[in-house]
């Protein structure tokens, strides 16, 4: 297993994927069509290859440039609120895009993928932490384009042997100072950035999106996991596919629950700034606990998070600090 194409490579977690492969001496091709994605995330040592992955030439000639032995798919819409006022986009992007993947793989006899899901598959968990055997029951599109996409990778596995780890990702944050890259979307919806803009004075304080759910403190409870631990499993799904292993989802998140208001006052630690927050209404449709069990990644990949959440915002923190507008494009 040499080269690995990168579909997605110049977003947040598939940067931190395309870099901890050259690090590890892998060719990466990214095939990425940057309209979430940044060029600048895609930094020296891969090819990158602008383009759409519902475009089946556009695929066939990557395939046909690369000999490509595994994908790693993370391109997709990923933003919950636009999901549910226009699930069609998701359905068509999303959905869309991995049947073009799985097609162009098929054709050109590529056998391995490692799939971006996400805990948004489960909708309201049954019980805590969550384990990959639990109901899943999207309450949003977002999360039912991408368990339709677990359901063809089933079906494609039996089909065509082609094996795949859907990796369903709990909060990712964080970032990688040594590679300078870090999380810049537009619109930016997730706390911990949310809360970084604050202490930089980007925004004034940070809204809490309710503080009466069934918690300790009230506020929600999420598992937050380092984009880079988050890279390493992705890295340990490859040789696990290389290696024979069966298809398979498997949960990434810490294990561990952190509230809001535990998240803001971590935050208020870091930076050494005030960070101003306020309580506003529920958001529509936040289960009010997210956590994963961790224990299949462990045990079939060999996974093991390394960081916690202080190091996860420490790193955060010194991307948005030394990066206030993000890679700059507007
Ligand atoms: N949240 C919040 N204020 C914000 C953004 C998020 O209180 O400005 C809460 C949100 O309700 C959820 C948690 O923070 O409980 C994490 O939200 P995020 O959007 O980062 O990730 P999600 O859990 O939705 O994937």
Not at 2 to 18: F, N, Q
Not at 236 to 257: K, M, V
Not at 285 to 301: H, M, Y
Request: proline share 5%; with cysteine.
């Amino acid at each position: 297993m040499k080269t690995i194409l990168v579909a997605g490579g110049a977003g947040y977690i598939g940067s931190h994927m395309t870099a901890l492969l050259v690090e590890k001496g892998f060719q990466v091709v990214v095939a990425d069509n940057l309209s979430t994605g940044h060029r600048q995330a895609v930094k020296g040592g891969a090819a990158l290859r602008v383009g759409d992955v519902r475009d089946a030439a556009f695929l066939d000639r990557v395939f046909s440039e690369f000999a490509i032995d595994a994908v790693v798919n993370f391109a997709a819409f990923s933003l919950v609120g636009e999901s549910v006022t226009d699930p069609l986009k998701y359905y068509g992007n999303n959905v869309g895009g991995a049947v073009s993947m799985l097609t162009a793989m098929k054709d050109h006899g590529v056998d391995k993928i490692v799939f971006s899901s996400t805990a948004a598959t489960y909708g309201e968990p049954e019980k805590q932490p969550i384990e990959e055997t639990d109901r899943t029951d999207p309450t949003n599109p977002y999360g039912g384009s991408k368990l339709a996409i677990e359901g063809l990778l089933k079906w494609c596995d039996r089909a065509y042997g082609i094996r795949y780890a859907a990796l369903r990702y709990f909060n990712a944050a964080g970032a990688n100072g040594e590679a300078d890259i870090g999380e810049d979307h537009h619109p930016e919806t997730h706390l911990i950035p949310i809360v970084l803009q604050c202490a930089l004075g980007k925004r004034e304080r940070v809204g809490i999106y309710g503080d009466d759910y069934p918690t300790p403190d009230g506020t929600c409870v999420r598992d937050y996991i380092h984009v880079r631990d988050l890279a390493a499993a992705h890295l340990l799904a490859l040789e696990y596919l290389d290696r024979g292993g069966q298809s398979g989802a498997f949960n990434l998140g810490s294990g561990d629950g952190f509230s809001v208001k535990e998240i803001i006052d971590t935050a208020r630690q870091v930076t050494g700034k005030p960070i101003p927050a306020v309580t506003e209404p529920r958001r529509a449709g936040d289960p009010s606990v997210l956590i994963a069990s961790n224990a299949k990644a462990r045990e079939v990949l060999g996974w093991a998070p390394e960081r916690g959440l202080e190091t996860i915002i420490a790193d955060a923190w010194a991307w948005h600090s030394g990066h206030p507008d993000g890679y700059g494009e507007g």
